[in-house]
């Protein structure tokens, strides 16, 4: 066996599994005000961007052949509510960084998440009625907040809420309004993981939510789960199924692009960034090295496509060893 590792072309050859710049998708967060960027604390090097220089984001992503950017908004208390009012209009945070960056970097595909606890009071998912989500009113909402990104040029609309029925009231909206063109990524396996903390900051809700989302999202000790979750969102009209959080859910994934054969993305979360990045700070392990392995992971495991806060990194590097 070591006869096909021992030189740098050989082991090149032979290998399975490549990663390049078109696996890559860039979540951008983004901020009020004009010429703005604030750091993410938690999350080292990551930074939020005020729609003119998220455009200016969108263009590097372009040049570094980064294919698609999804979009996250950071949401002001003052904004939110209880019945997210601000998710289902046309002139929010998101439709206008959609709008700017449309308008100016036209080939670039934009991502956009659709779930309310980006402006909800509560932090939550969905709407909740006497301290329970209403799945039904909530898909209600979810539809319009759709819609309004569908209008603002969005080209993938991406639930990431974990309401049941979601996807196929979607699906429908979006033909009856004329955007049959617009692709749904559905967060088909969302579990209700400990990584996502250092986004939730990031956006706005970490201190604002109330208990936790078991009721709605999966149960990390569940597969088989994962395996009805995706065939339900497939029925419903899902073009592409996301499994979130990444590294530590690879076996769904593997199980997932073997039973399914669709596109399947992996989100490595904020939590698996910032671990790695503080790590890094500390001199205990190779940044570099470590990113580009997690990233090969996912492909490894059946990945078409990875959200990752190191993709303009990555992208950098990837140009240089190509």
């Not at 004009?34 to 604390?41: F, N």
């Not at 990444?246 to 904020?270: C, M, N």
Request: net charge negative; proline share 4%; glycine share 8%.
């Amino acid at each position: 066996m070591r006869r096909n590792r021992r030189a740098d072309w050989s082991r090149r050859l032979v290998r399975e599994t490549s990663l390049q710049t078109s696996d890559l998708i860039w979540p951008l967060f983004v901020i009020e005000g004009h010429g703005e960027r604030s750091p993410v604390a938690a999350m080292p090097g990551v930074e939020r961007f005020s729609v003119d220089l998220a455009v200016e984001a969108a263009e590097d992503a372009v040049e570094l052949g980064i294919p698609a950017i999804a979009i996250f908004p950071f949401t002001d208390a003052s904004l939110r509510d209880k019945d997210a009012s601000q998710a289902t209009e046309p002139g929010n945070l998101v439709c206008r960084a959609v709008r700017a960056i449309k308008t100016r970097v036209p080939e670039i595909g934009v991502i956009c998440d659709v779930a309310l606890d980006l402006y909800t009071s509560h932090g939550h998912d969905g709407i909740l009625i006497g301290g329970e989500i209403d799945n039904d009113r909530s898909v209600e909402v979810l539809v319009q907040q759709a819609l309004v990104q569908a209008e603002a040029g969005c080209d993938v609309i991406a639930p990431s809420d974990m309401m049941d029925g979601r996807i196929g009231a979607i699906r429908a909206a979006l033909e009856e309004s004329g955007f049959s063109h617009v692709q749904i990524l559905a967060y088909a396996a969302k579990y209700a993981s400990a990584f996502y903390g250092p986004f939730r900051d990031a956006v706005g809700s970490g201190a604002m939510l109330r208990g936790d989302k078991r009721t709605y999202q999966m149960d990390p000790a569940n597969g088989d789960e994962a395996m009805r979750e995706v065939a339900l969102d497939i029925a419903e009209g899902a073009d592409m199924v996301m499994v979130k959080p990444g590294l530590a859910y690879l076996d769904i994934v593997w199980r997932l692009k073997q039973e399914f054969r669709l596109p399947t993305f992996v989100y490595q979360t904020s939590g698996e960034y910032a671990m790695i990045a503080a790590a890094a700070e500390r001199g205990w392990i190779d940044r570099e090295r470590v990113m580009l392995e997690s990233l090969m992971a996912c492909k490894r495991a059946g990945a078409d496509a990875i959200f990752t806060y190191f993709a303009p990194e990555a992208a950098r590097l990837l140009q240089t060893k190509a």
